[in-house]
Every structure is written in structure tokens, then in C-alpha cells.
């Protein structure tokens, strides 16, 4: 018997040794990978830079920039194989032009002085691959373009999962719910997470979770579904969110509740209740809601905690409905709606042209 302990010990130590050379070599892969991105990000910068103060020595601009990338295309290809096509250099000048301080007034200033005034500034910092830029660049709004920019590195976002969030107008929920400065905000800082408010989307994009937009199901299989996803429902829910439960049950007296749905987000220190609801939002509901609320508040909350918050995710609601019924000062309860499809970005847009105007 001790032989046999002596063994298992040995082997849980070379277990252990070998684990900590695989982390080790890991950590160095993942290293190289990121040194190697982030190398031809600022070579692919300095190309575009390159190209650019060489098109404005041409007397006729347009014609001998062509003409410029079609010869050094010609010639890279020759000489370093693949990776140099007309395209891919235009994306090159393109990047320069967009990711130069300034850049945002690039359309309307395209004076010679444009490059000398972007080559006395330090470059900017990148921190994410070619592919996440190719994306970013697409994106005309100078705004948008930053918080996704600053959300992508701070969540650590693949590509997959930027355009996910890109598509799903990340932005646009975000900034209905808040005022010009604040979508500046927005921009200069990506979301931060200090009150409920801050954490909240309507509508919350479920796509993920394969339910077409007019199809039969029940809450049950919503919640399913949302279970079978949940990875995916964590990345929408948004920063700080961690999944506690489903179908967590607590008893009142003699009655017995189930809330559908349990989460705590550890940057705002609160447990948030979801219920979902396939139908209209009733008084009902939010009423309910109120109830579970109150009860984690006085009976599962920690002290040093901050107060529970409830979200309703239902398919449809009415506002004023909602706001009648709860208090003024709320801060705790809301509705937001729920959408199985991805929602269009330009009638966000105008929603939020439309709130500017107000």
C-alpha cells in the first residue's frame, strides 16, 4: 500500500512537471504569435505611410497613385511572394490614412502638409492582428470605429467574436441609452460598467440561439436554448457577468418561487435575476420581478453587496407601461426586449439620430 502511494506520488510530480514545460512553452507560442501580428501590423502601417508621401510627389494624384501600387505590387510579388496584390497595398495606404492622427478629417483635408503633419506624430499603438484592422477600417463612423477598437483588446475579442459584436450593432444599443456625451464616452473609453444602466442593451440580440423571428416556442425552450448557448449569452450579456444558475428555486413562507435565470456581475458586486417572457410585458410581470428582487436583497445578498438587479427579457413591451409601473427612482428593475434575429444597423442609426434630435 505504501509502494502504491509512493507511486501515485511520483507520477502526480512528473504530472506536474510536465504540465508546467507544456504552460511554459504554451505561454512562449502564444508570445511569438502576438510579437509576430503585432510586427506586420506597424510594417503594413509604415508601408501605407510610405505609399502615401510617394502618391503626393505626383503631379496628378489619382492616376499616378494607381499606377505607384500597380508597380510596387509588381515588384514585392517578384521578390516576396504572395500577400502584395493591388488590394491588399490599397488597404495598406488605407490603414496609414485612417489610423494617423487626424485621420478622422482625412476626407475633408487632402493637402501635401497632410503627411508631414501625421509623420511628426508618434505611431499609434497597436494591439490586435491585421485581420481585426481589415474590419475596423471598414467602419466609417470615427466613434464606432474606437469603441470597438478599445473593446476588442479589452475583452480580448477574436475575430469571430468582433464581428459577431459588430453586427449585432454592439454600438448602437449602447448608445440609445445615452446622451451625446455619453456616447463620446463611449468612444474614448469603450463601456464602462459602474452603475446597472451601463450593463443594459435593448434590445439584447439572441441570434446566437438559431430561433427564427416568427417561430412557435415556449419560455422553457427560450431558456434552453439560451442554456445550450450559454457561452454566447455570457459574450451578450456583456463585462463582469457569471452564470450562478437556472431555474433556482427559493420558498417564501409556504409558496415557492423559481427565478428562470441567475447571474452575478462582480464589477457591479450584484446578483442580476433574468426572467424571460415570450409575450407582451404585463404589470404582472415587472410586479414579480419586484418580488424576486427583493427577496435576494433581504435574504441572499451579502452586506458589503450591492443590490440585486432584475431584467425582464421579453419579446415585446410597452414603455409607457413600464414606467408607470415602476417607481421613479428605479434603479434596479428593467425591461429591455429580446430579438432571435440580428437587428438592422440603419434603423438603430436612426433611432439614435432621431433621440439627438429630441
Known amino acids: 500500500m505504501l509502494e502504491d502511494n509512493s507511486m501515485t506520488k511520483i507520477q502526480k510530480n ?14 512562449a507560442r502564444n508570445s511569438v504569435v502576438r510579437t509576430i501580428n503585432k510586427t506586420m501590423v506597424y510594417t503594413y502601417y509604415e508601408i501605407g505611410r510610405i505609399i502615401v508621401e510617394e502618391e503626393q510627389k505626383g503631379k496628378s494624384r489619382a492616376e499616378y497613385g494607381k499606377q505607384l501600387i500597380r508597380e510596387l505590387s509588381k515588384k514585392l510579388t517578384s521578390e516576396f511572394g504572395k500577400g502584395f496584390s493591388v488590394r491588399n497595398l490599397e488597404q495598406m495606404r488605407k490603414f496609414y490614412l485612417v489610423y494617423g492622427k487626424h485621420a478622422e478629417n482625412k476626407m475633408e483635408t487632402k493637402t501635401q502638409t497632410l503627411s508631414a503633419e501625421l509623420t511628426k506624430n508618434k505611431m499609434p499603438d497597436f494591439n490586435l492582428s491585421w485581420s481585426h484592422y481589415l474590419l475596423l477600417m471598414r467602419i ?3 466613434e464606432e470605429r474606437s469603441f470597438y477598437e478599445k473593446e476588442a483588446i479589452a475583452n480580448n475579442w477574436s475575430l469571430r467574436e468582433l464581428k459577431r459584436q459588430f453586427n449585432s450593432a454592439l454600438f448602437e444599443r449602447l448608445a440609445l441609452s445615452r446622451d451625446k456625451k455619453g456616447v463620446k464616452e463611449l468612444a474614448e473609453k469603450g463601456q464602462i460598467i459602474e452603475t446597472p444602466q451601463d450593463s443594459l442593451k435593448d434590445p439584447y440580440v439572441l441570434e446566437f440561439i ?3 423571428e416568427n417561430s412557435k416556442y415556449s419560455e422553457t425552450e427560450l431558456e434552453q436554448k439560451l442554456i445550450d ?5 455570457l459574450l451578450e450579456l456583456g463585462k463582469g457577468f457569471a452564470f450562478v444558475g437556472r431555474q433556482v428555486r427559493f420558498t417564501f413562507e409556504e409558496d415557492h418561487f423559481r427565478v428562470d435565470l441567475v447571474f452575478y456581475n462582480r464589477l457591479l ?11 407582451q410585458l404585463t404589470h404582472q410581470d415587472l410586479g414579480q420581478m419586484q418580488m424576486y428582487v427583493n427577496y435576494y436583497d433581504r435574504f441572499v445578498k451579502l452586506p458589503e453587496e450591492n443590490k440585486t438587479i432584475g431584467i425582464i427579457l421579453c419579446k415585446d413591451k410597452n414603455d409607457a407601461l413600464v414606467e408607470i409601473t415602476l417607481p ?13 434575429v440580428l437587428p438592422s444597423k440603419e434603423e438603430l442609426k436612426k433611432l439614435i439620430e432621431g433621440k439627438d434630435d429630441e
Open 328 to 340: 421613479e427612482n428605479n434603479e434596479q428593475i428593467f425591461a429591455s426586449k429580446y430579438l432571435t
Open 140 to 142: 466609417d463612423n470615427p
Open 210 to 212: 438559431g430561433l427564427k
Open 269 to 279: 458586486r450584484s446578483f442580476v435575476l433574468i426572467d424571460l417572457k415570450i409575450g
Open 14 to 27: 512528473h504530472n506536474e512537471f510536465y504540465d508546467r514545460i507544456v504552460e511554459l512553452l504554451k505561454q
Open 229 to 233: 448557448k450559454l457561452e454566447q449569452f
